[in-house]
Structure formats: C-alpha cells, structure tokens
C-alpha cells in the first residue's frame, strides 16, 4: 500500500510489525477486503486509518474516540463526587416548582401570575396579552404544558441571573479574570445545543431534573453575563471619578453608582436569558424535561403534525409574553434612569 | 508667611508603564519630547512647586494638554505622582494609606466638575447629600444639610428634579452644593465653569466670589480662561507643558511677564477692567490732586471718574491713610501691553 514503504525507508518496519494486527476489523478493512476504493486514486490522505494499516503501531481514529470516551468514564466517578452535591439543589428547586405550578389550582395561580406581570410591566396592554394567552392555552388544555415550561424558565433564569451578575461584576473590576471568561462563554455560545446534552447525560441519570436544568442554565445564562460586565464598564468615568473623589469605597460605588447605572444593560441581559431558556427548555425535552416541548417532540416522532403545530405555537405565545413582560419592566427602568 | 494649607513640593508626573524608571533620565536632564521618542513615556508635570494658601482662591491656568488637570487630580490623588511631595497642613498625602486616603477625600477635600458628574438616577437633593452619605450620615441631618446649601446657592424648590430636568447652569450649581455639603475646607473645581454659557459662566464667578467671601475655602479653580482666571485668582499659576511658567498675584504677572508665552497670553485682555490701582501707583509727591480714590479700585472705573481727562492725578486712601498717589498718564500708559511698540 500507499506508506509502507515511508515506514520502511525511516527504518521503523521492525517496530511496526512487533505490535501485530490483533485489532478487530474496522469499517476500513471491510470496505478494503471487498475491494471497494475509497476514492481519490493513487496516493490516499495519510489519515490514522490508513497509516495503521501500513503500521499496525499507529493507533486506528475509533481508538481516539473511545479513547476520549474511556477517559471521561474514568474520570465520572470524581467529577460526579463533587458535581452531584453541588448541583442537586437545582433538581430540588426545579421539582418542587414543578409541583407548585402544576398544584396550586388554576383558579389562584393564573391570577398570581396576571398580577406579577402587571407589577413587572405597570403596562394594561401587556397584563391583557397575558391574561388571553393564558386563557387561550388553557381553553385548548394545554394550561398545565405550559406552566410546566414556565416553571422550568422561572428557576433556571433566577439562577442564571443570581450567578451571572456577580461573574459579570467581576469581568467588569478586572481585566484578566474578563480575558479568563470571554472564551468560556463564546465556546457556550457557539457549541450547538446538542453537543451541551452529550457528557451531562453520561454524568447525571436522565431521571434527574438537573441535568436538563444544568444544560438550559449554561445555554441561558452567557447575556446577562455579557450585558452585566458591559453595563458596568459602560458607566459614565466622570461619575465614576466623581464617587472616588468623593471618597466612596468600592462597595459604595457597586451599589449606589454602577449597579444603578448599568441597570438598563443588565434587564436587557436578563430579557435575553429569559428568551435563551425557553428556546433551550424545548430542545431539553429530549432529556426529560416536561412541557410543551415533549408535545413538539411527540409531534415530531409520531408524525402528528397537529399535536406538534399546536404545541409550537403555544411556546410561541410564552415567547411573546415572557418578552413583551420583560421589555416592558426593561422601558420601565430606562425612564427611571433617564427621569422621564 | 503663614503655613501654606497645600503645598507641592518638586511634583513630577509620568505616564506610562515604568515611569518610576522615567525619573532618572529626568533627573539627568531629558526632555519632554525626547523622553517620548526614545522611551515612550509622556511627561505629565515637571518640577511643580506651588504654596497655596489657606481662604485664598489659587488658579491653575493653561492651555489644553499644558497638565491643569492631571495636577488637580494629584491633590486628592486621583492620579498618583511620579515623585514629589503634597503637603496638605504638613502632611504628606502622598504616604497616606487606602482608608486614610479616603478619609481625606470625603472629610478634607471636595471636587466640582467640568460635565458635573451628577448621579442621573437620583434627585437634586440625593445628589447635594452624597458626600454625607458617603461618610455614613443618616439621612434626615445629610438631607437638611444639602438642602440648606441648595437654598444657598439658588435652587431652593428643585429638590425633586432630576439632574437631566435641570439646565446645564443649574446642574453645575448642584454640584457645587454638592461640594459644600462636605463641609470640606478645600474645594477643587477642575474647568468648572467651562461648560457654560458666558452670561452664566459670569453669574456662577460671581456667586463662587460671593460665597467665598462668607466662607473662606481654600479653593483650587482649573480653568483655561485668562478672563476668568484673572477675575478669581488671588494666587495664579500658569502652566505650559506640564511645567509652571509664572506664578504670583494676577495683577503683577498682568504687568510683569514673564516670558513671550505669557505675553502673547496676556496681550488680549481688557486690561482697564482687571488692573487696579494699587498696581499702577506711586509713592506720594508733592503735588494737589483732583480727589481721593481706593487702592482696589479698577482702572476703569478710574478713568470713568476723570472723564478721560489725562492731566489728573488722585490721591490713594484706604481706611483714612494715603497710600500714594496715582496720575492719569501712568494709568493710560499701563493699558498698553509691553512689547507694543509706537511705530506701524
């Protein structure tokens, strides 16, 4: 073959052959044995499969794979030691608001959260848009999907906001800790939403709430991160010299200046991660998680188109009124900052 | 002499990454320029010395880039010196520590700015009690403390507005309050009025004048203005390239000086309207003269009195004592810059 005679001309023949081909038959070998050509004539790219098969010692492609597959499994049983303590509040706290939203009766919930989006927004357009959809869902029962999705958002944005401010204030105080942070959070936005399910799958049981609520929070929580840390940096430097010179300690400038000022920066990050949840919940239906997006998914598998359209636009209907809620309470702080 | 409440001592400031390094080839005598092209390094101040005096207004006058600012910052250090000494009654602020340092700045110091730097999310009255807060006073006394200074400086009922609700005059009046609310003896204003329109650029000299007339701040005013800087100084520095060019009272450096920069400085100015008589007169001679006038009296207003008759003379008296006497043709021949010559 093509590289047989690379190995032997650097002399390496003797050190090839002492592995011996006791690999079980790839793929490669098959095609190979069958007299199939892979294309291209002459002279094959040297890839790892056909350099094994000039020497048996170079190591096949699968054997990177399951090499990587060998090591993560080895390392599971550390990363879970301290992975599942940490995380096993966030199953507790998305069980049980499962169980609130889906218990609480009808008749007290939907009030309760008509009147949060009214004091949220202080907009009668917006508290109407809420109080249709909800009926509309719920006339086409599909109320308790929806909660279902809603809880799950709920949970997930608080935390992604409780941990993503401070990591935000943090970037904006320090150059090198916002240079540590800025790759971390591209890979998080640029890594296709499957590929965040692969390893959380093998590290936690699909029976457990947190995996998916793991894979939504770290999907979610990268604009208020951003928006936190550009809020901050963002503030006026003649404010910012002012504090100083008025002798104000860091803690009093966090609070009473930068917070305030990058206040509308951080509802708009906020705004984002609400959006990010939702269209994330959906994709973690496939891990388990409850709500509208098991119906799209059921829609999908067993080809029902109706269930699945239906299902669609319903999240749909939570989009707009997580948004419109959300940009509502966002205007609202910009006009506090700019005083009418 | 009484003690200097600030004084510099041999201020340098470099900017750049290792300007402790910098100094050496200062100290041996390099030069701005050359220190930027052979070592990246920007001088910022060279060699000031300045003794500002307590109640005195001290101007720091110069062009853009001439290092006003960096200098107003290096009194409550908000930019930290290269080397050098800053005495505040004796003390050297330089060695103070993190809290001591901050002590300072909310207790001894306050600052107004050129684009105000309000807080734009509270009101009026919440900006005039920052400093207070900021020292941890409760809030009824920080509230009723700002509001008095607000009343005092002509914002009595815009306690509730917000500084974007207020026009650029009155923002700059809150953040005099502001100053004053500290109770700070010292009040830097770095290009405070800068900002403002003229006629109101002349209402806010003429209400800083006036309340230091009650108060008696130490004041360090940065402006570019000659006018203005003439009108507020007791003390004027005049920096050019990060280095104090002439420093003394306004009306001797006005007469006197210097170098041509200042010259050519100085040539502009309405000279009748800043000039006193003090300056121009001479010791008594026997000679009658049409009346008496006050030795802080400004030309102008001298030559209105004499209907521009330049054959008189009148006498100086203040508090019943001749000080001297001063003639018209002395007074016309002051008017004129040196370095004007008759010919065209």
Redesign the interface.
């Given at each position: 073959m093509a590289y047989e005679g690379v190995f032997d001309a650097l002399g390496l023949r003797a050190w090839c052959d002492a592995a011996g081909d006791n690999a079980p038959l790839s793929m490669a070998d098959l095609l190979a044995s069958t007299g199939a050509e892979n294309g291209g004539g002459g002279v094959p790219f040297p890839s790892l499969d056909v350099l094994h098969e000039a020497c048996p010692q170079i190591a096949q492609t699968r054997d990177v794979t399951a090499a990587l597959e060998d090591g993560f499994l080895a390392m599971r049983p550390e990363l879970k030691l301290v992975l599942d303590p940490v995380t096993q509040p966030l199953s507790w706290m998305l069980d049980s608001a499962l169980w609130f939203f889906t218990s609480v009766p009808w008749w007290v919930l939907l009030p309760a959260l008509i009147y949060l989006a009214w004091a949220v927004s202080r907009s009668r357009g917006v508290t109407l848009f809420v109080a249709l959809s909800f009926l509309g869902l719920g006339v086409i029962d599909h109320l308790e999907v929806a909660l279902e999705t809603l809880s799950i958002i709920f949970v997930c944005t608080s935390i992604s906001v409780v941990l993503g401010v401070p990591i935000g204030i943090a970037m904006s105080r320090s150059k090198a800790v916002q240079r540590g942070i800025l790759p971390v959070l591209d890979l998080l936005q640029t890594l296709p939403t499957f590929v965040y399910l692969i390893p959380l799958i093998f590290l936690f049981s699909v029976t457990e709430s947190k995996l998916y609520g793991i894979a939504i929070i770290l999907y979610a929580i990268v604009p208020v991160i951003r928006l936190t840390d550009l809020g901050i940096r963002l503030v006026?430097r003649?404010?910012i010299?002012?504090a100083?010179?008025?002798?104000?300690?860091q803690r009093?400038k966090l609070w009473?200046?930068q917070l305030?000022?990058a206040l509308p920066n951080i509802m708009a990050g906020v705004n984002q991660t609400i959006m990010m949840s939702l269209a994330m919940v959906v994709i973690a239906s496939l891990v388990s998680a409850p709500g509208l997006g098991v119906l799209v998914l059921r829609g999908i598998r067993n080809l029902e188109l109706g269930v699945g359209l239906v299902a669609g636009i319903g999240i749909v209907l939570l989009a707009v009124i997580l948004d419109r809620t959300s940009k509502a309470a966002l205007a609202r702080v910009d006009r506090?900052?700019?005083?009418? | 002499m009484s003690m200097p409440k600030i004084a510099l001592r041999g201020l340098y400031k470099i900017f750049g990454p290792d300007d402790a390094a910098m100094m050496a080839h200062i100290r041996a005598g390099m030069g701005k320029t050359e220190l930027l092209e052979q070592h990246k390094h920007v001088l910022g101040l060279q060699d000031i010395s300045v003794d500002m005096q307590p109640g005195e207004i001290t101007v720091v006058m110069g062009l853009s880039g001439s290092g006003k600012s960096t200098l107003i910052r290096h009194l409550n250090r908000l930019i930290e010196p290269t080397a050098g000494e800053i005495l505040l009654d004796g003390e050297d602020v330089t060695a103070l520590g993190p809290d001591a340092l901050r002590q300072l700045r909310q207790k001894r110091m306050s600052m107004v700015f050129q684009k105000f730097a309000l807080l734009p999310h509270r009101t009026v009255l919440q900006n005039a009690a920052t400093a207070l807060e900021v020292q941890g006073v409760d809030r009824p006394t920080r509230e009723a403390e700002a509001q008095k200074w607000l009343k005092r400086v002509g914002l009595d009922g815009y306690e509730g507005r917000y500084p974007a609700q207020l026009s650029g005059g009155m923002q700059q009046r809150v953040g005099i309050a502001r100053a004053l609310t500290s109770n700070a003896d010292i009040m830097l204003m770095d290009e405070a009025f800068s900002a403002l329109d003229p006629l109101i650029r002349t209402d806010m000299q003429n209400l800083l004048l006036e309340l230091q007339v009650e108060l008696q701040k130490t004041i360090v005013f940065i402006t570019h203005d000659l006018d203005e800087a003439l009108k507020l100084a007791d003390h004027l520095v005049i920096l050019k390239d990060g280095a104090v060019v002439q420093q003394g009272e306004p009306q001797g450096i006005l007469l006197a000086p210097a170098d041509p920069y200042i010259e050519d400085f100085v040539r502009d100015i309405n000279r009748a309207r800043v000039l006193r008589v003090r300056s121009v007169m001479e010791p008594v001679q026997d000679r009658s003269c049409a009346g008496d006038v006050d030795p802080d009296d400004t030309l102008e207003a001298l030559i209105a009195r004499s209907g521009g008759e330049t054959s008189l003379c009148y006498r100086v008296v203040k508090n019943g004592e001749i000080l001297g006497q001063i003639d018209m043709r002395d007074l016309v021949r002051a008017l004129v810059p040196r370095g004007v010559t008759g010919t065209h």
């Open positions: 006026d003649d404010v010299e002012a100083d010179a008025f002798g104000m300690s009093q009473k200046v305030p000022l506090a900052g700019k005083a009418e | -």
